[in-house]
């Protein structure tokens, strides 16, 4: 790599016809709006505390204000839609989910209308609730198999358990078919649970509508950007669906669980015959949640406010009634019935890893045929157009840990420190979870093999750096040529090769995928061909196996409690210190960009809210002010909801609109991983409809970097790299050591002030518009004073 150092210079100061505003979009992390404006006098002008538009004090009507030349700042602050209150650390819970929903969006730049599409979306879609149902078969197979089934129905289990006294022994609750439904509970509240926070989100995010006129709408013969179509950000009847047929999907694969039981134990009379009528019910139900899923997917090209009132509410409705009649079956008198090992039917989960291995693939397939029929003008996308199915499998890994792990943990908490499945007082978890939890320390081990990879390579591209450090500045007195400084020279050249471990990501994420892949795999073949725990399995095999078999199902178990209390902590941590949540939020921030198009149980999409926000504003603005130039400044993620909003403008209104990003991950993260939507080819076109537009890059930040269009796409957008720090050694300007600053503080380069002024004077040599109805005045503040959320750095 070579290291390069190019100059930003501005235009000539022109005059202005009109006012000027600069809307500042903060990036991950999230920040204050006093710290965003410099001031601490700040006011609410339109918004809320969750997300809303400030500006100083001084500058509530500074557009009527005489002779103004400077632009006017204002702040849009939505760091309350990604953080707050810590219990929602309680969604990293849901991580599979969120994954499970990149995948749908990761996928090559292919046309809208290649029938590959279509396959992949219903194949996502149908992946997604695999993993609902695999959530509430490992919430069901931990209290009804674990508890209910296994340790309620014994003596030495059951002994010195309190909580379990009334379901052992001879009491009305202590028939196994009621024990069940004691059981059952847990996993049908759970389901409760997920619709409430998927219905109470839902109306929060995925309600906010564009302005009238927003957007390019899709016509005959013509293909405009996926962005810039009026519904992308408005998914209220996709949502709605997608919860209803998971909701109903939780319901009845607890009510499957009820009925493979009793289905066993009955041999004949009404019971049977009952149980035949309701597996007739539960399969006409799997039947209606498959067709909801697979029928329709997102409406994009208009908003899409239809009520499909028997999707919503009709089928978790039925669902509940079919749950409650194998309720009722489920605990109907059998005296001579006794529990005995594991409950029917728990090699399902087996089963359902399969069928996940089956989705993948298609998946893989469809993903293959739409990088074949992609432009040849676009940029390869990382994993050869393969990352939504490599998204999508570590989605089914993380699920199978979680389930595997848990329940292994949780069997050997109630068998009092034997090994369950090894000869003690319980059958344990199904062989197939207990295969699953074995490979977590094989795992892990990958994970740091990787990492230890990662380093070396940071290693090696430091040694190379070091020697070029010096030349950058060159310029300065005394020049570092001269009087080089061997420390400071080595922290520079550490940033820059720790920054481009960001470039090495695709290939440790498809080397993780494929190794678990293969552990996976193998778990699940281990599991049928022995139809024992691996500690079982293991006995008489050559040392050191059965050790090694002993030690990763004890360990896995381990592992996996100690993971998931780590998950809430670093999740509950990140949600209240914004230190913490600027060194992690840039990837939940990048999975929680994206609308609930495949899990709707997955966190809620914060763009929904935030992108309508800037359109309303810019638009009324632009409305209000018709001879104005705004400058829309995003950094970091910020960037990323700036580009997002000016695509939804009318496109009479996006000439009248300069852009600037800085730090931004437009082409690092989303045009690599999400080329349907922020490739190259997209890119450039918006360039073409937005010509003032500058980005600003250093290479010691390893979030942002260039936008990188293709030549021929018109004028230049990227600046940079700017230097970082600003100055080698101590000047007669800056006596003392400049920071490396890397993400943040774009602010402090002088380049920053000189491309806002290019961008400026760019736009006040456009015509104003002629003609137009200005409705929608300017907005009058709302005297709000005070900070919008939590302190934090400056984004």
Known sequence: MRLEQRTTSGRGEARRPGPALELLVHGVGGTTPERMLGDPRTVLVTGDSTAGIYRRRDDVDAESAAGRTAPVPEAYCWSNLTSGNGARALWLILLPFMV?????WARPAASARHRGQHVYDVLVRLLALTLTVLLVAAAAEVTMDLIAWQCAGSAHCAANKSWLGFMAGDGWWAQPGRRLLLGAAVPALLTGLLWWLSHRTWSAYESASPPPGAGVPRRDGDEPPVLSLPGFWYGRRLVARLRAAHTAAGLLTVACALWAVTAEEDDGGALRATGWALAGLLAA?????????????????????????????????????????????????????????????THFFGGLAVLQGVLIAGLAVAAWRLQRSASPDEEPPVLKGLAGPVVALLACALAGVFSGGLTQRLADWLDRGATPGEGGALAGPPVELSWQATVIPLVLLTVAGLGALAAAKSWRLRRRIVEEVPGLYADEEPSPLEQPNKPRTHSIAAAVSRAQLTDFGPVVLGTAALIVLLLGGGAIAGAWATGEVPGVAARGAPEPVPGLAQTGQALGSWLMGAFFVLLLTMGRRAYKDPAARRSIGILWDVGTFWPRAAHPFAPPCYAERAVPD????????????????????????????AAAAVWQLAPEDRGRVALLTYGSPLHRLYGRWFPGYFGTGRLADLHRELDAWTNLWRQTDPIGGPVGL??????????????????????????????????????????????????????????????????????????????????????
């Not at 499970?100 to 749908?104: D, G, P, S, T």
């Not at 978790?316 to 489920?330: F, I, K, N, Y």
């Open 710 to 795: 293709p030549e021929g796409a018109g004028s230049e957008v990227d600046r940079g790299p700017l230097k970082d720090p600003l100055c080698y050694g101590r000047t007669a300007r800056r006596p003392l050591p400049s920071p490396i600053l890397g993400h943040s503080d774009y602010q402090a380069d002088p380049a920053f002030d000189a491309a806002r002024r290019a961008l400026l004077d760019r736009l006040a040599a456009v015509p104003a518009p002629r003609g137009r109805d200005g409705t929608g005045g300017p907005v009058r503040p709302v005297v709000t004073e005070g900070p919008a959320g939590p302190p934090g750095t400056a984004g």
């Open 285 to 345: 139900g799997w039947a209606a949640v498959v067709w909801v899923v697979g029928r329709r997917g997102r409406c994009e090209a208009e908003l899409d406010d239809t009520d499909d009132r028997w999707a919503v509410r009709a089928l978790p409705g039925a669902a509940v009634a079919v749950l409650l009649l194998t309720a009722v079956h489920s605990g109907w008198s059998r005296p001579e019935w006794t529990s005995d090992g594991r409950l029917t039917g």
């Open 100 to 104: 499970a929903n990149l995948a749908h």
């Open 614 to 641: 800037l359109t309303w504003r810019i638009s009324k603005w632009t409305a209000a002010h018709q001879d104005g130039q705004l400058v829309l400044s995003g950094h970091s993620q910020g960037s990323v909801l």
